[in-house]
């Protein structure tokens, strides 16, 4: 039995380096949870998390493309004229809408991230992962998070894309400018917006003349096949894929780079399952299965009702906001067994780690390929990997759960 009066239960950011105790007591509590701080309803329980998943007629994924009216922003001011500029990269890209429009988008899409296209991808993954390791691997001693856990999945994705040097610093600036955007949104506000404002005109002009040169000039790379899919003669437009290719950073980087960095600490603080996979590598696909559950790196997401919806005797009325805490979901002992345990050995049963229905991760296919390869990596190259230094420090995004380093001694 967990004592409601020593755990935080509104302030996300106050449980950052341990959610789980406010999560335990949710889930048994108050399933459905009027959060005052937020303004928003929570779910905790899998059951739940998974039923909103599934319901796309009653629950939206459209919570931006009235942010300008809902901040009280009009296009005469210049503030709305800025806003009016960002949240396009946020309401239109495919996480962002709703049926039909993300019914096209996404089949567009789909026709592009092929499963045969991430796979024969593997070698160039497995390259950048030992350059990576070779850069630190004489000192003995890397930050996991910064040497290899962060710049992997992004250089990744800039090479499926073929995004010359030159022009990654664009794409990465404008994938951090939702970052800020999203983070500062409640607290700095209207500050940001014109120097973010900037960020996406640069980007976009840039994609432009990159999108122009691979329809003339096609190429094997993602970009292109984005530029030219068609399907009964619909095709993207320039302008959504400029917002797909910056979504696909967004998306993929922080979210891998949370499964890699986490998911090493986790399996370093328990040392026999690592024996076990150092053991018996053919393990490594079920172990990044239970990380993806255990860490839960999208560890919150956004919904809107359509309608009023009554919970577990909770009234949603229509148009509330509501937070699935995936992080809370997948540790539900109802779905999990012994829900706080690592377990790498657990028989199979699906995480909502990439989410569920509609929206289903369409990155699944290569974050899992990136994570199996750099554990197997890790494991193989660094022997006697073991942490260094106090116990590390959570990031402050609270839907992107991860870890600002992770210091690592070995050999
Ligand atoms: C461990 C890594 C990853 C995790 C945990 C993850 C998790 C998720 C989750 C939970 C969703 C559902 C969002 C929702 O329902 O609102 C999602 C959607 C999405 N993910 Fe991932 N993701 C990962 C990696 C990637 C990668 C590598 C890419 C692409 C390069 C990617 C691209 C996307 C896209 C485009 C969507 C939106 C799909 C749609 O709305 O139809 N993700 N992801």
């Known amino acids: 039995m967990i004592e409601e009066t020593s ?9 950052m380096q341990n959610p789980y105790p406010a999560y335990a007591y949710l889930r048994e509590h108050y399933p459905v949870y009027w959060n005052p701080m937020f303004n928003c309803f929570t779910l905790t329980r899998y059951d739940d998390v998974n039923m909103v998943f599934s319901d796309h007629k009653r629950f939206s994924s459209d919570v931006w493309s009235r942010a300008p009216e809902m901040f009280g922003f009009g296009s005469d001011d210049s503030s709305g004229q800025y806003l009016k500029q960002i949240i396009p990269f946020l309401a239109y890209n495919l996480q962002g809408m709703d049926p039909p ?3 096209r988008q996404r089949t567009l899409m789909m026709k592009t991230f ?3 296209m991430i796979e024969a991808f593997r070698p160039t993954v497995q390259k950048l992962v030992d350059e990576l390791i070779d850069q630190r691997l004489a000192e003995g ?6 040497d290899l856990a962060y710049p992997l999945p992004s250089n990744v994705i800039l090479d499926l894309l073929s995004i010359p040097r030159s022009g990654r610093p664009y794409i990465r600036a404008s994938s951090e400018a939702i970052n800020e955007f999203v983070a500062t949104i409640l607290f700095t506000g209207p500050q940001v917006w014109p120097r973010l404002a900037g960020v996406f005109a640069d980007v976009t002009a840039y994609l432009k003349s990159l999108i122009a040169e ?3 000039h096609p190429g094997e790379d993602l970009l292109t096949k984005m530029a030219l899919a068609e399907e009964n003669g619909d095709m993207l437009s320039e302008d959504e894929i400029v917002i797909a290719t910056n979504f696909l950073l967004f998306a993929g980087h922080e979210t891998t ?3 890699i960095g986490v998911g090493s600490y986790n399996l370093l603080q328990n040392p026999e399952q690592l024996a076990q996979l150092r053991d018996d590598p053919t393990k490594i696909p079920a172990a990044v299965e239970e990380l993806l559950r255990y860490v839960s790196p999208v560890h919150m997401l956004a919904r809107r009702s359509l309608q009023e919806v009554t919970m577990r005797g ?8 509501i937070y699935l805490l995936v992080g809370a979901a997948n540790r539900d002992p109802e779905k999990f067994p012994d829900p706080e345990r690592l377990d790498i050995n657990r028989p199979a049963a699906r995480s909502l780690g990439f989410g569920y229905g509609i929206h289903f991760c369409i990155g699944a296919a290569l974050a899992r390929l990136e994570s199996q390869v750099a554990f197997e990596t890790i494991i193989r ?3 006697d990997l073991r942490l260094v230094g106090d116990t590390p420090v959570f990031r402050p995004n609270y839907s992107l759960r991860g870890l600002v380093s992770l210091p690592v001694g070995f050999g």
């Open 7 to 15: 755990l935080e239960l509104d302030n996300f950011f106050a449980t």
């Open 101 to 103: 429009g993300h019914t």
């Open 114 to 116: 092929t499963p045969r």
């Open 141 to 146: 001693s890397m930050d996991l998070v910064a």
């Open 214 to 216: 691979r329809r003339t």
């Open 257 to 259: 780079a949370n499964l």
């Open 314 to 321: 909770v009234t949603i009325p229509q148009d509330s906001s």
């Open 381 to 383: 190259r660094l022997p």
